[in-house]
């Protein structure tokens, strides 16, 4: 009986991160019958999309969606209405882990993960012994400013998201930090309302908040001071580094706020 073939598979975020490492593969490893997939869980920004798109015209492929079997609110209903947070993701689970499990099956498959040489940061989304991790950032010394530049090569660029948010992930996503919870609300009213609809409406009558001591509307009361801080924030990064990428100093100043380490599945 003749064995499969060992499949290649690179999940895209919408990130800059996955998206650059798409690019460095199809560049030097042309040969490899990549799959390349993306976790839809139907909560993502319409920036992410569009990025997509960009990423499946310029380098010509396919990108196979995953979903899971359930909606988000149906897992919602099945963890009692708890919203989930960095001590609790079973999104990233439920959303993201089990329907990649599911797409590989018992094949064997090589999986490359865009982690870069100057995180520190290990680790895989599968504990599968049929799934195994590459990471060919870290093979070839690759930092931040080697994917920034893979990127605009390749005209394919920084999705649009990064002119105020630095990760990638669902518009309601807990690893967001309060300036982007603002910034949300002013670029994608609906989807802050409906982020806030998920804090209040509990048939049991308890309450979560996406953001530790604060509910949204709380934090959208402080949207001046908030944003005043981040300008402030800003204007000292860009001085000491007047040639940095705007990008670099928006995750910059954002990493100084909140540095815990989002899920590898979602943020890349």
């Known amino acids: 009986m003749n064995k499969k073939p060992v499949r290649h598979i690179l999940g895209l975020s919408g990130g800059k991160d996955s998206t650059a490492l798409a690019v460095l593969m199809r560049q030097k490893y042309p040969e490899i019958q990549m799959e390349y997939f993306f976790c839809d869980t139907h909560k993502e920004l319409p920036e992410t999309y569009e990025y997509l798109d960009r990423i499946k015209a310029r380098l010509g492929i396919k990108i196979e969606k995953l979903e899971a079997e359930r909606g988000f609110d149906h897992w919602l209903d099945v963890y009692g209405g708890v919203l989930p947070s960095p001590k609790m993701r079973w999104c990233t689970k439920q959303m993201k882990i089990l329907p990649l499990e599911k797409f590989i099956g018992d094949d064997e498959a090589i999986s490359y993960i865009g982690i870069r ?8 989304i599968s504990t599968k012994p049929n799934i195994k991790p590459v990471f060919p950032f870290k093979e070839h ?5 080697d994917i920034i530049r893979i990127l605009e090569e390749s005209g394919i660029g920084l999705p649009k ?5 630095s990760r ?3 518009f309601f996503c807990f690893f967001q930090r309060k300036y982007e919870w603002v910034m ?11 982020a806030v609809k998920y804090e209040q409406e509990h048939k049991d009558g308890r309450e979560y908040t996406w953001t530790q001591g604060e509910t949204l509307l709380e934090l959208l009361e402080r949207k001046d001071e908030i944003i ?23 995750a910059s100043v954002l990493d100084e706020e909140d540095d815990d380490l989002p899920c590898l599945a979602c943020h890349l």
Request: charged share 40%.
């Open 168 to 170: 990638s992930g669902c």
């Open 161 to 165: 998201y990064y002119n105020w948010r």
């Open 184 to 194: 949300l609300a002013e670029n994608h009213r609906d989807l802050f309302e409906k």
């Open 117 to 124: 040489a100057d995180e520190n940061r290990e680790g895989y």
């Open 228 to 250: 005043n801080e981040h300008e402030k924030a800003m204007a000292k990064k860009e001085k000491e580094a007047p040639n940095r990428p705007l990008a670099d100093v928006l």
């Open 141 to 145: 010394g690759l930092v931040k400013a």
